[in-house]
């Protein structure tokens, strides 16, 4: 059973701070997406990683994927109050019988004014 | 386009009770998904589709059935609800091009067994 798991479960910081949010796991996936939740809606994705080592950027959140496609990083410079939500990573095996994402336990954010 | 779709947004259920949890989409998607979210869980694969006619066992499937006889429509049915099956449940849809392909995903319903 392939898991992933993410550090740390709940964050709460001042606006400014800076913060990394880990997702963990000991199976190779072929693409790893995030995802941000806010409360009462579904999860919107952030970004897709595909190549092991890759960083992708987005504004100011900054996404790393793991040389050995085992583990990801979400870091966000100067949180805005705007940021607060479940952050969501997700590991993808598209294809021949498998076609599923598998959810990490999520990461709930709180950026306080 | 309204995208993915879910009826209905809030039911309260007595346990043994059976209801039918409907999700639509509008972007012709090939593949679509039925998840459960818990505290401290993530969110867990019920079942999902690969096309219009096709079912699959996901993750947690015990307690549910469903049907996919239109592409444009997935449903999700528990045939008698017990307390463990409250839950937040969201569908999703997505294309069948690649790797990298986004879920889309519908608002959610928030399931209560008493």
């Known amino acids: 059973t392939q898991l992933l798991e993410q550090s740390p479960q709940f964050l709460s910081i001042q606006e400014g701070e800076n913060l990394t949010v880990y997702c963990n796991s000991s199976s190779v996936f072929s693409s790893l997406q995030w995802y941000r939740q806010e409360p009462g809606e579904g999860p919107v994705l952030l970004v897709t990683v595909v190549t092991g080592g890759e960083v992708k950027k987005l504004k100011r959140l900054t996404f790393q994927f793991g040389d050995a496609r085992k583990d990801s990083s979400l870091h966000i410079t100067a949180a805005q109050p705007g940021d607060t939500g479940l952050y969501l990573c997700?590991?993808?095996?598209?294809?021949?019988?498998?076609?599923?994402?598998?959810f990490g336990t999520g990461t709930l954010l709180a950026v306080q004014p | 386009n309204a995208g993915v779709t879910q009826t209905p947004k809030f039911r309260v259920l007595k346990t043994g009770q059976s209801m039918t949890l409907l999700c639509a989409q509008d972007m012709n998607h090939e593949y679509m998904y039925w998840y459960r979210q818990d505290p401290g869980m993530g969110l867990r694969l019920i079942h999902y589709s690969v096309g219009e006619g096709t079912t699959a066992k996901g993750e947690v499937p015990d307690g549910y059935n469903v049907s996919r006889l239109k592409k444009q429509n997935f449903l999700l049915g528990l045939e008698s609800a017990a307390p463990s099956q409250t839950s937040v449940y969201f569908c999703a849809s997505r294309p069948t091009a690649g790797n990298t392909d986004t879920q889309y995903f519908g608002p959610g319903t928030r399931l209560t067994v008493l």
């Open positions: 997700a590991g993808a095996n598209y294809g021949g019988a498998t076609n599923k994402l598998i």
